[in-house]
């Protein structure tokens, strides 16, 4: 299986301030496609995960712009430019290349 | 816009089965999705149980393999999990998600979840 190790495993963040969640995989989610297969989603109290961003760097529809995914290979970043008091909740890294499909251990975020 | 929803018993007894249903509406469970469960331990994380196609191929998690089922009904719309000889450790609550491969491949649609705890 793929393992999916995120950090930090916490962030507490002052409104417009930017943040950031680093997810690593034990191996390289590049496919043959020339696409990294790594989604984020958020899970809001509550709410069941919601997707933000899919192979690797493409926002979700209906997706704030403050949001955005870098990375290539076993190296990945969630990053928000702005935080804003609805995007506290617990961030997911998943790995999309293999089953089975397997989830990074989330990253929660708070406001300061 | 696809709409999940889970339904089944809340409460199982060790070493018995737990089965829940996922109905599915806004769309037609024989399009080009994959069907998934994913559930997530209380204050834990998630974790991927399986998925099903409409043409009834499946794919399970290893972890789980022997243990799980999944299986789909076309007549109504719906798909379904069953997983047996359940102990304390599967209490959790369980998603059902409709996973896409044709723009990229991302769990684009989840059920509210349900709580499903094994208790005698």
């Known amino acids: 299986d793929i393992v999916m190790t995120q950090s930090p495993l916490s962030l507490s963040v002052t409104p417009g301030e930017p943040a950031s969640i680093s997810c690593r995989s034990s191996?390289?989610?590049?496919?043959?496609?020339?696409?990294?297969?790594l989604d984020w989603y958020l899970q809001k109290p509550g709410q069941s995960p919601q997707l933000l961003i899919y192979?690797?760097?493409n926002r979700a529809s209906g997706v704030p712009d403050r949001f955005s995914g870098s990375g290539s290979g076993t190296d990945f970043t969630l990053e928000i430019s702005r935080v804003e008091a609805e995007d506290v909740g617990v961030y997911y890294c998943l790995q999309a290349l293999q089953t089975p499909l397997t989830f990074g251990g989330g990253t929660k975020v708070e406001i300061k | 816009q696809i709409q999940l929803q889970e339904s089944g018993p809340r409460l199982v007894k060790p070493s018995g089965t737990l089965s829940l249903t996922c109905g599915v509406s806004g769309g037609s469970i024989s399009s080009d999705n994959w069907w998934s469960w994913v559930r997530q331990s209380p204050g834990k994380g998630l974790e991927w149980i399986g998925e099903i196609y409409h043409t009834g191929s499946t794919n399970y998690n290893p972890s789980l393999n022997s243990r799980v089922t999944i299986s789909i009904d076309k007549s109504k719309n719906r798909f379904s999990l069953t997983l047996s000889s359940v102990t304390a450790a599967d209490t959790a609550v369980y998603y059902c998600?409709?996973?896409?491969?044709?723009?990229?491949?991302?769990?684009?649609?989840w059920g509210q979840g349900t709580l499903v705890t094994v208790s005698s």
């Open positions: 192979l690797g760097s």
């Open positions: 191996q390289s989610l590049l496919h043959s496609d020339t696409y990294n297969h």
């Open positions: 998600a409709s996973y896409d491969t044709n723009g990229g491949y991302f769990f684009d649609y």
